[in-house]
């Protein structure tokens, strides 16, 4: 079999060097060179056009394109029964799937026509709200196919954040399942769905896969089965047309305003960019078997389970389960299973299963792995350490992957084995991004040994065009803050050896076990107990989590906090709950009204020693009475 991936796969630190180089000096033939490796309908005629102010980014300006030609169809005849995903199920006694590129090519099309035929159609979107089985991958594909914009809904998001999301892009259809399973427990997706959509007068049609075969409801004339809306259905499917810059994808994160924002991802550039950092940061070679334990609900799992992966003719395992289940070996347990080469995970995971002790880890033999990964938050030296050793048992290079839903793939990490590896480093700017760190004036900060604000000055193919019908918000979020810049709301430091380390936010967002929350969203959701007055959201260190949710609550009445962990879930979803609520008699705020959240993070993380000066404060006495309350 050809090695097509050879081309662009760097080997060796020299070659990192010169094409680093090169990407900075001629970014334009450096990418159109990697973009020409794909199979376009029509090629570009211009490879960039970029003005930060606007914004406005566009990518092979002119070229069409479907990107799942490029990952199913180009890789038929030279690979086409290779296996493109692995799937295991949440219960390992229960028989895993292995669908080759050419089965998965099939169902593709098949399930686009599919769609087709219940009314959807190009530029339509289309909520998927599914639990980890190849078939969330089949309605992500058959969405690009067909041209209809997708947007995957984590399917631990309550019913009232999946409404908000599917009246914000006025989506036609919903995709899921009649229920999800999660370790020990099933899930009652439909009756999330049915109870979203009932507050969405825009979706047409729900499209429901069988899982766990629970007795759900299904509304006429709105709902249907998959394997019926499948049934008889052509599995040839001729892709649809797409501009270059037309929309691929929206996925909705949070910010530091309770609403969070579409990040709109379009085709050509996203499929360039994923494929290249895929390739590079793991150093993927043709028979490798990768596992990225991501859900697709999130932006790793759009981007290193299905795009990047299938785009270099990968084979991508996609796990149902969760880490714990039946006990907290079953990760190592499925690296052996699959004699995984390749294995990317989350600190947050990595932590929690160092709690749980070596015995499970030394079961397995984890001799397969070549390559390790981290990813979402910052992973601290103690984990670094554990994961390096244990698992990738001091032989594998770990990759510390920084990057956001914003920036669509890896932007700073090690390529594995090639460019140095530093605990808790995520260390240097992949090819085609040139990072630089800003100090409060947005002057840049040269040299090493500096620390600042984390900003991007020059366009990668990847990067997010708009956020979904507010691009006011989205030149307010990320391109006003420094002029000329993409602001990432991240902190860093260049140290000494001019290795990259971020140091988490800087923003109102808090990043919960490698989950962003934005405190507002948390805080309105609060809001919304009958007797909460007024409510102030911080993060605090967790030991597992990275960052733990604390709430400061004044409200009407004591011994309400179950109550407000029960709203939040209502609201957000489980991932949103606050590890702590404080009832306090008072919140401190400046002479103008806003809340000081410096302080309250203090208090929160246990360093009262130093508050800074309170005496300014509207309110300085109820600060020490949120001390003794919280002590
Ligand atoms: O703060 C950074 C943190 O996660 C944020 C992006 O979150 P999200 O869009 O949900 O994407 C997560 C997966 C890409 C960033 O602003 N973050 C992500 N990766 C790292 C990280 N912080 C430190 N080190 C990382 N490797």
Known sequence: MKDFTRQHRISSLSEYTKAYDSSVKDPESFWSDIASSFKWKKKWNQTLKWDFEAPDVKWFLGGKLNITENLLDRHLEERGEEVAILWEPNDPDEKGLSISYRELHRKVCQFANAMISKGVAKGDRVIIYMPMVPEAA?????????????????????????????????????????GNFRGAKTIDVKGVVDEAVAKCGCIEKVIVYQRTKSDVHMESGRDLWWHDAIQDVSEEHQAEEMDAEDLLF???TSGSTGKPKGVVHTCGGYMVYTYYSFLNVFQYKPGDIYWCTADVGWITGHSYIVYGPLLAGATTVMFEGVPTYPDAGRFWEVCDKYQVNQFYTAPTAIRALEAHGLELVEKHKLDSLRVIGSVGEPINEEAWHWYHEHIGKRKCPLVDTWWQTETGGIMISALAGITPNKPAHASLPLPGIQPVIVDSEGNELTGNNVE???????????????TYGDHERCKHTYFSAYKNMYFTGDGAKRDHDGYLRILGRVDDVINVSGHRMGTAEVENAIDEHPKVIESAVVGYPHDIKGQGIYAFVIAETDGIEDEIKETVNKMIGPIAKPDKIQIVPGLPKTRSGKIMRRILRKIASKETDNL???????????VEEIIKGAS
Request: glycine content about 6%; proline content about 4%; overall charge negative.
């Open 138 to 178: 089949v309605a992500m594909l058959a969405c690009a196919r067909i041209g209809a914009v997708h947007s995957v809904v984590f399917a631990g998001f309550s019913a009232s954040a999946l409404a908000d999301r599917i009246n914000d892009c006025e989506a036609k259809m919903v995709l899921t399942s009649d």
């Open 250 to 252: 929206i996925l909705y």
């Open 452 to 466: 600042g604000n984390l900003c991007v000055k020059f366009p990668w193919p990847s990067i997010l065009r708009t």
């Open 612 to 622: 800074g000066d309170t005496s300014t404060l509207l309110n300085p006495e109820v």
